[in-house]
C-alpha cells in the first residue's frame, strides 16, 4: 500500500486527508475480503503463503506424543526390571541341611530365638554344655549353617573339641529361619545381637565371632555394638558393599550399570534400608584394640583380596589386628586348601584371645 497526502490551498484550509491506494490489489480479491464475514470464510480466503501450516502443526503434536509414549513406556520398563532384579538379589533358594553335628559324634541341642528389633525366628544348634566362653559361626550368603563347601561343621567340630561352647544357626531368610529377604549385613546384625542375647542367658560372658563372607562383614559391623564380642576372625570379608555390589551386579545380570541406581531403590523400598551404606572399613576404628584374625585367599573372584586390604589399612592403629593372605586360595576356601594351619591359626587365636 501506498500512502499519499494531498494539501488544499492556503486560502481555504483544509484538513489534510491521508488515504491509501488499493489499486494494486486485485478488485476480485476486495471484494471477497469484504464478503467474507465469518472466520472460516476469512480464513478460506487468506494466501496460502499466510495461512498457518496445518499438516506441520500435527505432525509435531504427533512427534511429541509419540515421544512421551516412548518415555513413559521406557520409564516403566526401567522400574519393572529393577524391581524384578531387586527382589531375585535378596530372596535365596532355601538349601536343606544335610548333616548335623551328631554325624561327628557330638552331642547338640536344635535352639531357637529371635532377632533384635524385628524378631525374625532364627534356628540353630547349641553345641557343648553351659560355661563362660562360647564362638558363634556366621555363614554367607546363599549358604546354611552346616555349609559343606567352606567346611563350617567341621571347624564347628574342631573349636568344640577345642573347649568352646559352639553356637551356629541360620541368618534370616536361610536355612531352616524364618524371613524373606537378607540384607548382606545390614539386617543380620539384629541376628547377631539376638545371638548374643542367647548366649548370655546361657552365661557365655566371653564370645569369639567366626564369619565368613558376608558372616565376617556382618561380624565386623556388629563388634563395635556389642563388647561381648571379645575377638573376631573374618574370613574372606567385604570392606565397602557399594563398590563390589555394582560391580557383581553388572557381572551377574548384564544389565547395564545405569540399572545400579534403580536396583539398589527397589531394594530399599523393600527391606527398608539401603544396603549401599553397609560398610565394614568404617567399623575397623571403632574396633580399636579388639582381637581381629583377617583371612583371604588371592584368587577370591567374588570377594577380591583387595577388600581385605583395604580393611587391614583402615585397622593399622590396632596392634592385635592379625592378617593371613592365603596364596591361591579362590572364596572362602582356605579351609579346604589348608585345613591343619587353618585350624591351628584359629584355635591359636581364640586361645590368646578369650581368656
Known amino acids: 500500500m501506498v500512502i499519499s497526502q494531498t494539501d488544499y490551498p492556503d486560502e481555504h484550509p483544509q484538513p489534510r486527508v491521508y488515504y491509501c491506494e488499493v489499486a494494486s490489489l486485485p478488485s476480485k480479491l476486495l471484494h471477497r475480503f469484504s464478503g467474507a464475514t465469518r472466520s472460516r470464510d476469512i480464513e478460506s480466503q487468506v494466501p496460502r503463503s499466510l495461512a498457518p501450516a496445518r499438516g506441520k502443526t500435527g505432525t509435531s503434536r504427533r512427534v511429541a506424543l509419540a515421544l512421551g509414549a516412548a518415555a513413559a513406556v521406557s520409564s516403566l520398563a526401567y522400574v519393572g526390571i529393577s524391581a524384578y532384579v531387586a527382589r531375585k538379589l535378596i530372596r535365596m533358594e532355601r538349601r536343606p541341611l544335610t548333616t548335623t553335628p551328631a554325624t561327628y559324634g557330638l552331642e547338640y541341642e536344635d535352639v531357637q530365638f529371635t532377632s533384635a528389633i524385628d524378631h525374625v525366628l532364627l534356628k540353630g544348634w547349641f553345641i557343648g554344655s553351659a560355661g563362660t566362653k562360647a564362638i558363634v559361626m556366621l555363614h554367607g550368603v546363599n549358604s546354611i549353617r552346616d555349609d559343606p563347601s567352606v567346611g563350617i561343621l567341621e571347624m564347628a567340630v574342631a573349636l568344640s573339641r577345642a573347649g568352646y561352647a559352639m553356637l551356629m544357626f541360620d541368618f534370616r531368610a536361610h536355612g531352616e529361619s524364618s524371613g524373606t529377604e537378607y540384607s548382606l549385613g545390614i539386617l543380620e546384625v539384629r541376628d547377631v545381637a539376638g545371638a548374643l542375647r542367647y548366649l548370655k542367658g546361657r552365661g557365655a560372658t566371653e564370645v569369639g565371632v567366626i564369619g565368613y563372607s558376608m558372616g565376617a562383614a556382618t561380624a565386623l559391623l556388629a563388634a563395635p555394638e556389642h563388647p561381648e564380642i571379645r575377638a573376631i576372625v573374618a574370613d574372606a570379608p567385604f570392606a565397602d558393599l557399594a563398590e563390589l555390589f555394582y560391580s557383581?551386579?553388572?557381572?551377574?545380570?548384564?544389565?547395564?550399570?545405569?540399572?545400579?541406581?534403580?536396583?539398589?531403590?527397589?531394594?530399599?523400598?523393600?527391606?527398608?534400608?539401603?544396603?549401599?551404606?553397609?560398610?565394614?572399613?568404617?567399623?575397623?576404628?571403632?574396633?580399636?584394640?579388639?582381637?581381629?584374625?583377617?583371612?583371604?585367599?588371592?584368587?577370591?573372584?567374588?570377594?577380591?583380596?583387595?577388600?581385605?586390604?583395604?580393611?587391614?589399612?583402615?585397622?593399622?592403629?590396632?596392634?592385635?589386628?592379625?592378617?593371613?593372605?592365603?596364596?591361591?586360595?579362590?572364596?572362602?576356601?582356605?579351609?579346604?586348601?589348608?585345613?591343619?594351619?587353618?585350624?591351628?591359626?584359629?584355635?591359636?587365636?581364640?586361645?590368646?584371645?578369650?581368656?
Open 248 to 355: 557383581r551386579l553388572h557381572e551377574a545380570t548384564g544389565l547395564p550399570r545405569v540399572f545400579n541406581r534403580g536396583v539398589t531403590l527397589m531394594i530399599r523400598a523393600i527391606i527398608g534400608q539401603d544396603i549401599t551404606s553397609i560398610k565394614p572399613v568404617q567399623a575397623m576404628a571403632r574396633l580399636e584394640e579388639r582381637p581381629l584374625l583377617l583371612i583371604h585367599g588371592t584368587a577370591d573372584d567374588i570377594v577380591p583380596v583387595e577388600q581385605t586390604y583395604t580393611l587391614q589399612t583402615a585397622g593399622v592403629r590396632n596392634p592385635n589386628l592379625e592378617t593371613w593372605i592365603v596364596p591361591g586360595s579362590s572364596h572362602a576356601q582356605a579351609y579346604r586348601d589348608h585345613p591343619e594351619e587353618y585350624l591351628s591359626r584359629v584355635i591359636s587365636f581364640f586361645d590368646r584371645n578369650l581368656r
